[in-house]
Every structure is written in C-alpha cells, then in structure tokens.
C-alpha cells in the first residue's frame, strides 16, 4: 500500500501533483509520502500493540531529519550505527532513551558520544568493544546498558550483500562467545548486559529465517536463565521486506503470529528496527528524460539521474518499477541509464516500457529506502532535493546541492594555488 496514485492521467503523491514538484524544483528529485510512512508505522503499532516493546526505525534506510522527525512524533526510537547517525537522532528530537546502536567499527570517540547522549543500549559486535567500552564507562564513572549482538548462523534467502546473520560474516558474536561473555561478566564493571541483539538481514521475504532465528535466541535465553543470567531485551533487529515487483513479504502481523509465542516465554521484552518495511514503498525518484537514442538496435533512455543519486541497481542488481509522471499507450523495449560514466549506471535492462520520449518525467518507484541515504558526488554530479508530502502540503525537505556544496571543505596547498 502507497499513496502514489494516477489522477486524471498524472500521478500523484497524495493529492499533490508530481509533475507540479518536478517542474518547481526540477530534476532529479525524491519525493516521500507522510501518509505511507504513518501507515506502516500503524502496521506494527497495531501488530505488536499487546506485547511490551520498543520500535526503532532503522535510519540507515533513510536519514532524513524530517523523516526521522515523523519517527519521534510518533514515540518510535531509532536504531543507529554511526556518530554521524547519533548526531541526526538528537538533532530530529529523538529521545535518548530510545536509540540503539549497532555497528562492527564503533570509534572510541563515537562510543563516548553515545555514552554521554546517554542511549538506551549499545549493541556489541565483539569482545575487544565490550572491552572498550568498559574503559569509557570507568572513565566517565557510569554503568553502560548494552545488548550482546548474536549472529545466529541463519541464512535469511535475500541478496548475499545484505544477510547479516549467517556464518561467516563480519556482524555479531557467536552464541559461545556471547556466552563467554557472560561468564567473564564480573570482570566488566562498568558494563550492564540488558539484551540480546541479531539482525539477520534485509529484505527478507519468509517468516521462516525469523523463526529459526529466535528459536535459537530464546533457547540461548533459557540456557542463560539456567546459568542464573538475566535478559530484559530481546531485539530481532529488522530485515521485513516490501514488494518491489512480485515479492509477498510478510505483515508485521503475520510477523507477530509468527514470533511472539517463541518469545513470550522468555518473559523479555521486544525490540524491532524495520527501517525499509517502513519507508521502501514512501518514496519515489523522479527524474527527466535528458535523450532518447538508438545503438546497435538498442533503445537508450537517458535520464538526469544515475547511480549517484540511486545505487541499489548497480550495487544489488535490484529491481524497481519505472512508471511515466503521465499515462501513455504502447510500449517499447529499453535500458534506462544515467549520464555517469560507468557501465553499471542504468536502472533497468531491456525493459518492456511506456514509449518515454526527450523531455518526459521518468518515476522510479519504491525508492524511499537505501536510495538517497547511499548517494554520492561521483563525477561530481549535485545530490537531488528531497520533499516531502504531509498532511496534503509539499515540504522541500533537503534543497538541491549547489556547485559550492561539492567543494565545501576542500582547500588548495598554497604552492598549488593559481587564482
Ligand atoms: N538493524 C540493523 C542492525 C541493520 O543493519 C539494518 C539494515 O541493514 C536494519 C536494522 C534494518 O533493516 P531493514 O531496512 O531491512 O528493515
């Protein structure tokens, strides 16, 4: 369900125009819908209403202040992995006491900030942080909440670049370790193990992987229980997917069926970070069909935004719909490619499409998620604006980079400089 919708030939986000917003602030740009993301945030709302958690939207997805605003308003928290990401939360009114963060490579000063913010848990990735951590608290005389980040060896059946949980990857500790760690607990003064943490991956399609997961989870609680051990926080990280063509992800309703009387038992309470399930399908890129040419009998759409502006095609061979800003008759088979210069900077292959002529607003779809968050100034190309559509107004949520932005920072050595 998204509120992007053809109106008398146009689409729109909401009731508002998207050809209306590309002309005004031009192309490329992103456009999110307010509506969507409360929808989904009411999905687990409403699934997991019976049960005591604490949801935090994983920003990663989409960092945006006023997204992460829409987050807090609605009393979620944030999972983080990044001072820069700590830094967003606190700037979009997340409470502290909500923010969970997690990550393989914290820094010891992005540790010591998020000590000092005062975040509900830190979810440790390996003995050597825990060690590191400890440190700080002792420094700055504060107990540290943690949870312990397990990689349960599940192989959640998505793309190899985004299953987390399986054997072999850099995330998390194995339940000997983590166990390991509770034994030499007495030695960790300043530290407070709360939780247990896995993420097993993203976009996840079956409930399965979730299941043999916690199923693992809780019967580690137990053996822990047993050992005189006690967990408050069990945290099943996020990883629901969205449809992005065919695909049946799962609801967080059926999630809930699925999970809560595993976890029931244990008595622990819950956390979940859905980052993609929450905001993958509130987003559109539009962009501007720059030329139109033929090459060794193949169609070429050529459009003003390229791997730059949105990765995931290049990075995960990733599928996203491609639908004209106005309703067209007929077809034509095409590659849709951006002006940078890799071979890699397209965003579909041979695809069966709406005759796009020079000129015509192009929309890739579902790009609400991992898009804007993973742009970049490759060949030097201007990131787009963002907008945002809430409660029936158009907000430009991040302006368009300027040429100056590009070079902001940089300086010249004084041998070097010649204007
Ligand atoms: N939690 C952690 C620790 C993650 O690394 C991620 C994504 O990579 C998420 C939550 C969110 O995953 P998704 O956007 O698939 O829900």
């Not at 992800?249 to 029931?264: D, H, R, S, V």
């Not at 791997?307 to 990075?315: D, F, H, P, Q």
């Not at 004209?324 to 951006?338: C, F, M, R, Y």
């Not at 005759?355 to 890739?364: A, E, N, R």
Request: net charge neutral.
């Amino acid at each position: 369900m998204n509120h992007f919708d053809f109106k008398n030939g146009h689409l729109h986000c909401e009731d508002i125009s998207v050809k209306e917003i590309a002309e005004k602030i031009g192309t490329p740009v992103y456009i999110y819908s307010s509506a969507t993301i409360n929808n989904n945030l009411e999905l687990f709302n409403e699934a997991f209403k019976d049960y005591p958690h604490l949801f935090c939207y994983s920003m990663k997805d989409n960092s945006n202040l006023s997204i992460l605003a829409i987050m807090a308003k609605k009393g979620w928290g944030i999972d983080i992995v990044s001072g820069g990401e700590l830094f967003r939360a606190l700037k979009a009114g997340t409470d502290p006491q909500k923010i969970v963060y997690a990550g393989v490579g914290k820094t010891t000063k992005e540790l010591e900030e998020a000590i000092d913010a005062g975040i509900f848990l830190i979810n440790v990735e390996s003995e050597q942080e825990l060690e590191a951590i400890d440190k700080i608290g002792k420094q700055k005389k504060k107990e540290v909440s943690i949870a312990l980040r397990i990689n349960p060896g599940i192989d959640p059946h998505t793309h190899s670049h985004i299953a987390t949980g399986k054997k072999g990857t850099k995330f998390g500790l194995s339940f000997a370790q983590a166990k390991e760690i509770f034994l030499k607990q007495p030695n960790y003064k300043n530290i407070k193990i709360e939780g247990l943490h896995m993420h097993i991956g993203s976009q996840i399609i079956s409930l399965k992987p979730y299941e043999e997961a916690v199923r693992k989870m809780v019967d580690f609680i137990d053996e822990l229980k047993k050992a005189n051990f006690s967990i408050q926080w069990l945290n099943i990280g996020g990883g629901i997917g969205i449809t992005y063509k065919d695909e049946i992800p799962p609801t967080p309703n059926q999630l809930a069926k699925t999970i809560l009387p595993l976890i029931e038992k244990t008595g622990c309470k819950l956390i979940i970070e859905p980052g993609r399930f929450i905001v993958g399908n509130a987003g559109i890129l539009v962009t501007k069909v720059l030329y139109t040419k033929i090459s060794e009998d193949k169609n070429f759409i050529i459009v003003d935004a390229g791997m730059n502006s949105l990765v995931r095609v290049a990075l995960y061979g990733s599928y996203h719909e491609i639908l004209p800003e106005e309703q067209k008759e007929g077809t034509i088979v095409a590659d849709v490619v951006g002006p940078i210069c890799e071979n890699t900077d397209f965003f579909a292959k041979s695809r069966e499409l709406p005759p796009f002529k020079q000129g015509d607003y192009l929309v890739i779809m579902s790009t609400g998620a991992f898009s804007f968050s993973m742009s970049s100034n490759y060949n030097s190309h201007t990131r787009p604006a963002e907008i945002l559509i809430d409660n029936s107004k158009c907000y430009l949520i991040r302006r368009r980079e300027s040429y100056l932005d590009l070079v902001q920072g940089e300086s010249i050595p004084p041998r070097l400089v010649l204007l």
